[in-house]
RNA sequence: GCCUCCGUAGCUCAGUGGAUAGAGCAACUGUCUUCUAAACAGUAGGUCGGGAGUUCGAUUCUCUCCGGGGGCGCCA
């Protein structure tokens, strides 16, 4: 995928204001193709398909700003010389107010250069957008619904579901702004033996709290210790009433904490979900046996004790048992097939899950995603399988498989127990390193890759960490602002055309938000955000050294200038921080 | 064994079918009386895991091997 290919279009600008604003480098690949229009209709280039054109920012700044290599992939099809084709098309590129030159390079680069003039208008352009600067309208109003978290209500937030979380909620807020109407949704299952363990746990310990001599046997209750507050609590608030309640008392009393603690937890790193969709409800509108109906019809599923693919070993050990009903994943591409109800009738989780995901695909979104840990791999591919088999069209179901988290501590990991029940919950992440640490370091990794959460890292208030890193951008700018609104500096009629090299460097990376945004949501990548928040701000630090505001050496001309560019600039950290969900601070 | 992800600087990681592969940290040398030093300037650091293939061009795509994570349940 090409960014070029995808011409994004910036919303219309407000009236009254005559600055239009140009989505960078889609309007150069524009100008390329006109150029090849032309070559072609003036019989300097022949007709045909071409590959789409690529336009990038120039790997080194002494050869332009901006670079394509569309000249080389013509060589092919066209049958030309590279250093022809790149000749013939700057010479019918037509003009444009943001480009100042294109030059052909050997061996048949064009490099292009932005009109330094424009490119400082830029500022007042980007104060015109304001808080929705860079807003696309890419999805044109499209819907996108992005399932993620979807964590039963049997215990805190971990921190294995954190990231997905944040991905989950950053990759929302960036289709927002790449136009999307975005609905978040949270999946779950507060029915089942689980529940129901965690009911009897609860009950356990207010006996406990009560000063009953009752154990909590460790086979497959809970052990952890939010159980005795919640414990603790009831006692509290009811004494001893509850000794004669049902275990269904217990489990509500258990599920609605849990709930109310997730949903307070994720607000704390500024998450809502707009909609919960309990799993259950699918068991009571027909839906699963719907699935299974239109499985059965297109010859999907049978009835049998064990697999057909299983060796005879298997179906050996599994003779005399119970049929169960199978689906056969295993014209999908899948090892083996995978039984949707058990020999004992009850579903598995899996049936449910393709009666959800048809339940989500029937609701029509231009797009769905989910969010999923690694170890949901199969499961997923096996769901994508039964609706395959549906016949449902599952191209506008997208997934993200995240890999896992690891906590470090001291250079070492810091070992998780779930059974025991001392793991490691979001919450007590957020209070060891606060909201917008937790934020970013859970963000700025690729899915693919496993990510150490580094403690000593995200509590560090020093140069190590990047989360103040780029929030000091964002108060530096704000101090500046302080400072020179104080001084009566007024910055409406600075000449932006008093602009160095450093301004205008900064500018150009900022230009590149739009395309930044762009590419996290059509390749599903929101880390990418991450890592352009730390390059832009690594841009910032520097000139903020040397590009002075106040001071008796600055001209007042050229102060306001720098004022009014400093004001874009906090503007660009502020938006940028808020699409990672990150608090953008005035002071620190 | 099968599926999947990863392997890039001492460490943690970006990136990419194109021009001289980047950042942060660590190391070393410097910079605050000046809008926040949670910052900046500089030095050093690489067979992009090995091999083969496709290509005008491969770190990027394909295959294979090696090493590591995760998954392979009538759990969720």
Same mark, same amino acid.
């Given at each position: ?48 398909e071409r590959p789409a054109v690529d336009i990038r920012p ?11 290599? !569309?000249?080389? @992939? ?12 790149? #000749? ?72 294995g579901r954190s990231r997905g979380a944040i991905v989950g ?128 019809? @297109? ?54 899950? !393709? ?106 208030q020093n140069n190590d960490n990047p989360v103040y890193y ?75 050294? #040397? ?42």
């Open positions: 995928m090409h960014i070029a290919a995808r011409c994004a279009r910036m919303r219309p600008s407000a009236p009254g204001r005559e600055i239009d604003l140009i989505v960078l480098p889609a309007a150069h690949a524009r100008l390329v193709e006109q150029a090849l229009a032309a070559a072609v209709a003036a019989g300097n280039l022949p007709a045909g120039a790997a080194r700044p002494e050869l332009g700003d901006y670079a394509s290599a !569309i000249a080389l @992939r013509l060589a092919r099809p066209l049958r030309r010389k590279p250093l022809e084709i790149a #000749n013939t098309i700057a010479g019918h590129l037509p003009p444009a107010p943001f480009l100042a030159s294109v030059d052909v390079a050997p061996p048949g680069f064009l490099n292009f250069r932005l009109d330094e003039t424009w490119l400082c208008a830029q500022i007042d352009a980007m104060l015109q957008e304001g808080d929705t600067l860079a807003q696309l309208d890419n999805g044109n109003g499209r819907r996108a619904l992005v399932e993620f978290v979807s964590a039963n209500p049997t215990g805190p937030l971990h921190i909620d950053t990759l929302a807020r960036l289709l927002q702004a790449c136009g999307y109407k975005v609905e978040r949704e949270y999946y779950f299952n507060n029915a089942g033996r689980q529940m129901q363990m965690l009911g009897e746990s609860l009950r356990i310990r207010y006996l406990q709290a009560l000063g009953r001599q009752v154990d909590l046997p460790e086979e497959d209750f809970y052990q952890g210790d939010y159980l005795v507050q919640q414990a603790r609590l009831l006692r509290e608030e009811q004494g001893e009433a509850l000794l004669s309640a049902a275990g269904r008392d217990y489990q509500r009393f258990a599920e609605a904490q849990m709930f109310a603690g997730i949903r307070s937890t994720l607000e704390r790193i500024d998450i809502r979900h707009d909609r919960f969709f309990n799993e259950h409800s699918l068991y009571e509108n027909g839906a699963l046996e719907d699935v299974l109906d239109r499985l059965q019809a @297109r010859d999907q599923l049978y009835q049998a004790a064990e697999w057909e693919g299983a060796s005879e070993e298997e179906k050996n050990r599994a003779a005399g048992r119970a049929p169960a009903s199978w689906f056969r994943a295993s014209r999908f591409g899948i090892d083996k097939d995978h039984v949707l109800m058990r020999s004992d009738g009850t579903p598995t989780y899996t049936l449910p899950d !393709i009666a959800y995901h048809a339940d989500k695909l029937a609701r029509a979104y231009d797009l769905t995603v989910n969010i999923l840990g690694a170890d949901h791999y199969v499961q997923h591919q096996v769901v994508r399988a039964a609706l395959d088999a549906l016949g449902e069209d599952t191209s506008r179901l997208r997934v993200v498989i995240l890999q896992f988290v690891r906590l470090m501590q001291g250079g070492v990991e810091r070992k998780m127990s779930t059974r025991r029940g001392d793991y490691e919950t979001l919450d007590d992440l957020i209070d060891e390193t606060g909201p917008d640490a937790v934020r970013y370091l859970l963000l700025a990794r690729s899915a693919d890759a496993r990510l150490d959460f580094d403690l000593d890292l995200a509590v560090a780029i929030q000091n951008a964002h108060v530096r700018c704000a101090g500046i602002l302080r400072r020179a609104e104080a001084a009566g500096i007024d910055d409406t009629v600075g000449d932006l055309s008093l602009l160095g090299d450093n301004e205008r460097c900064f500018l150009r990376k900022a230009l590149e938000l739009p395309a930044v945004i762009e590419q996290s949501v059509t390749e599903l990548e929101p880390h990418r955000i991450a890592f352009y928040a730390h390059d832009l701000a690594g841009i910032f630090h520097p000139l903020y050294e #040397n590009v002075r505001v106040l001071g008796e050496d600055v001209p007042p001309e050229l102060a306001a200038a720098r004022l009014r560019f400093y004001r874009a600039a906090q503007l660009v950290f502020r938006r940028v921080l808020t699409l990672m969900g990150m608090s953008a601070p005035e002071t620190m």
